[in-house]
């Protein structure tokens, strides 16, 4: 079993509609993280969090919101989704002592 | 700002070819890892190496290993004996110390191995 789950592993939705991206994990980390991936940008951080109480913007937050709904769960939403939102939307967490960063399999999100 | 650049958007090799993938950076700390990623066409974000900055000894996995230079502020990946299975997208990335891992990634160099 995966220990980073994202779904849906793809998604096509209509301009306006709310979308929810779900992740949980089952390696036992505090520290979960939203990125968008687009070609040539790399990722971009949207939203992270160092526990259920703490959660942080990232560099491109504007039009999502986040819930950390326990230690192993967190999801991304888009309150109303938009064309230029169409990208690929990755979850990680990451290990404190070594630093790197454990990611799903990705969410391959189009607003059409 | 800190930042990670990878100036070679893409690459090729020949197969059981040597290729070097060149990224820099830009910190103002002295203690940090430096990562690579693969990502093959599965879109699996896949670990490739790790390396720690006050280490002055180059990672090495296998047949990635890297060349770090902690002064020039560069962190190039080296694959030797490339295989087809290599071909992929390697992003460099760079997490920020100080207790707050927010990791920065580099655009991206796309890598195609030619048989």
């Known amino acids: 079993d995966a220990d980073v789950t994202q779904t849906p592993r793809n998604r096509i939705t209509k301009t306006g509609k709310r979308i929810m991206l779900e992740c949980s994990q089952t390696?036992?980390?505090?520290?979960m993280y939203w990125y968008r991936q687009d070609p040539g940008l790399g990722l971009r951080l949207i939203y992270y969090?160092?526990?259920?109480?703490?959660?942080n913007k990232g560099e491109i937050s504007d039009g999502y919101s986040v819930s950390r709904q326990a230690q192993a769960k967190f999801s991304l939403s888009l309150e109303s989704a938009i064309p230029n939102q169409t990208a690929l939307y990755f979850c990680?967490?990451?290990?404190?002592?070594?630093?790197?960063?454990?990611f799903g399999s990705g969410t391959q999100l189009s607003v059409l | 700002a800190q930042t990670v650049t990878q100036s070679q958007p893409e690459m090729s090799v020949q197969e059981a070819e040597t290729v070097t993938l060149s990224c820099t950076y830009d910190?103002?700390?002295?203690?940090?890892?430096l990562f690579w990623y693969k990502q093959p066409p599965s879109r699996q974000m896949i670990l490739v190496i790790r390396?720690?900055?006050?280490?002055?000894q180059n990672a090495t996995e296998n047949r990635f290993s890297v060349n770090f230079q902690k002064a020039a502020k560069s962190f190039s990946l080296k694959i030797s004996d490339s295989q087809l299975g290599d071909a992929a997208m390697y992003f460099c990335?760079?997490?920020?110390?100080?207790?707050?891992?927010?990791?920065?990634f580099g655009i991206g160099t796309k890598l195609q191995v030619i048989p």
């Open positions: 990680a967490t990451s290990d404190l002592e070594r630093g790197e960063l454990f």
């Open positions: 390396q720690e900055a006050y280490k002055q």
């Open positions: 969090s160092f526990d259920v109480k703490d959660i």
């Open positions: 390696k036992g980390h505090d520290r």
């Open positions: 910190t103002s700390e002295s203690d940090y890892y």
């Open positions: 990335a760079w997490p920020n110390s100080g207790g707050y891992q927010k990791v920065t």
